[in-house]
């Protein structure tokens, strides 16, 4: 245990607690803690990590409170007995398609759903709170430069965009295992612009557009805007897309290009392996086909040390890094980036004639904040807030859902991926919890051939009050009566105690 949790003598009082916490869930969920393994006595543990037993005490709470470990009278703590993982389900290469039109229909309601403030949203990925992001510090920053230089808002920042907030990104990246150049970079109105430009500038219409299975939903309707077609590659929901399935895909010439997320996917959560991220690059490389790498949440993993990004191995140019600050620091600010590679100059010239710039103002807002540290330690913070939170609601999903439903384990972001036992449909799932003022993501809005219908998103990035809690039990709730099977995996404690307490 010494070697896996780090020392805490040199944290301040009011975080010991919490740190210690972070680093006993990290090793729960690499499985240096198995489930049903016990944990060290609270003494034994204020002992190792030179901390008060009122300190271990209250990281033991917080762990109960996450789900992730029980007390059992007259024994100790042990960890829970964690939702079943999803297994690697068969999934035969799918031709190349336009997306069904009742999956883009289906997106349409679902997306009306979301953005009604009179709904309960269990799925929707953009935080839903001011305290997720630092607008005041932000708000102060960017006060300060209009007292300073009242100038700036007349100002166009011509692509490849502000320089200075280049800068900060190709420095940051260094974070990632990038080698970047504020010349490399493009700045761009959000993730999905540069997801879009990199589509244009890397494929025609008619082409095919490998897919991980199931994917970000909105990949959908924008490669049939745009004329694609979509392939689903079988993807594993622990270790990503499969890379021998893809090999076969490169070697008929089936794909003229590839949008994966290999770091804190999106729906699943899973990071792929670093030798698997090395394959994949070298294999785009090998066959000179772009592969477009969505890196909307590598900075919010887990892990402290962070899983580089497929573009870290890129030989020659042929991987695209997209990525934005709308999930992380400022959703209105609408600033996201491109790392084009090859394609640099020709996404350059393409983002003038499609939407010109980025502001320069809120650009160099952030570039201001990026350099004063303030990011750093607001991503910390985040990270160990979502990490919570995504403990959390897998505790309650574990409460309340029918036995036999599988989880994902996300390793970074805030979303993960559930599928639930046969017979819950969760399209009808979607209708029959609309008419609550209740919406949810039906798990079919994943696959451009409409598959995944015992499944769904969950996403973590709202305040867990008793709003969003009884809206996840309301949805248990109803898988139970569609399946016909009981809620629960365990007892839990807060039961557990009460039971104690009836009979005593």
């Not at 557009?209 to 594993?236: C, M, N, Q, R």
């Not at 949805?475 to 569609?482: K, T, Y």
Request: net charge neutral.
């Amino acid at each position: 245990m010494v070697d896996t949790l780090s020392s805490l003598t040199d944290i301040s009082n009011d975080t010991r607690y919490n740190q210690l916490a972070d680093n006993l869930a990290e090793a729960i969920r690499r499985g240096t803690l198995p489930a049903g393994s016990r944990l060290p006595s609270v003494r034994r543990s204020a002992q190792t990590h030179a901390v008060s037993i009122n300190t271990v005490v209250a990281a033991y709470r917080r762990l109960e409170d996450r789900g992730l470990i029980e007390a059992r009278p007259q024994s100790g703590f042990y960890v829970r007995t964690a939702l079943p993982a999803l297994e690697v389900r068969h999934q035969p290469h799918t031709p190349a398609a336009e997306p069904a039109g009742d999956v883009l229909d289906l997106i349409d309601t679902v997306f009306a759903a979301q953005v009604n403030p009179a709904y309960t949203n269990l799925s929707l990925a953009c935080p839903q709170a001011n305290d997720f992001y630092p607008g005041a510090k932000l708000g102060r920053i960017m006060a300060s430069l209009l007292r300073r230089q009242p100038h700036i808002i007349g100002q166009y920042a011509l692509p490849p965009g502000n320089l200075g907030l280049r800068q900060q990104i190709a420095r940051r990246s260094l974070g990632l295992g990038m080698m970047l150049e504020a010349g490399d970079i493009t700045l761009t109105h959000g993730c999905m612009e540069a997801l879009q430009l990199a589509l244009r500038v890397t494929t025609q219409p008619g082409d095919s557009v490998g897919l991980e299975t199931p994917t970000y939903f909105y990949l959908l309707p924008l490669l049939a805007s745009l004329g694609l077609k979509a392939v689903e590659i079988p993807t594993d929901p622990q270790t990503g897309i499969s890379l021998d399935a893809l090999e076969l895909m490169l070697n008929e010439k089936r794909l003229n290009a590839v949008i994966a997320m290999p770091t804190a996917q999106n729906p699943m959560g899973f990071t792929m392996p670093l030798a698997a991220k090395k394959r994949l690059a070298h294999l785009m490389n090998d066959h000179q086909v772009p592969l477009i790498e969505d890196g909307l949440y590598a900075e919010i993993q887990f892990s402290d040390a962070l899983s580089p990004a497929v573009k870290s191995f890129d030989r020659n140019g042929w991987v695209l890094f997209c990525t934005s600050f709308t999930k992380t620091l400022a959703p209105d600010f609408r600033v996201g980036w491109i790392a084009g590679g090859r394609f640099a100059e020709k996404l350059r010239k393409l983002k003038a004639v499609s939407s010109m710039s980025e502001s320069f103002l809120l650009s160099q807002t952030l570039a201001v904040f990026l350099e004063s540290g303030g990011y750093d330690h607001h991503l910390r913070a985040l990270r160990r807030r979502y990490a919570a939170q995504v403990d959390e609601a897998r505790a309650l999903i574990s409460r309340y859902f029918p036995q036999g439903t599988c989880a994902t384990q996300p390793m970074g972001g805030f979303v993960f991926w559930v599928d639930f036992p046969p017979g819950v449909d969760t399209v009808v799932l979607f209708q029959q919890l609309l008419d609550e003022k209740i919406c949810m993501t039906p798990g079919t809005l994943y696959s451009p051939s409409g598959r995944y219908r015992n499944g769904l998103r969950l996403s973590c990035c709202y305040p867990f009050n008793a709003r969003y809690t009884a809206a996840l039990a309301r949805l248990g709730q109803r898988a139970c009566e569609m399946s016909g099977l009981p809620p629960g995996l365990a007892t839990t404690t807060a039961d557990a105690r009460a039971d104690e307490t009836r009979t005593s």
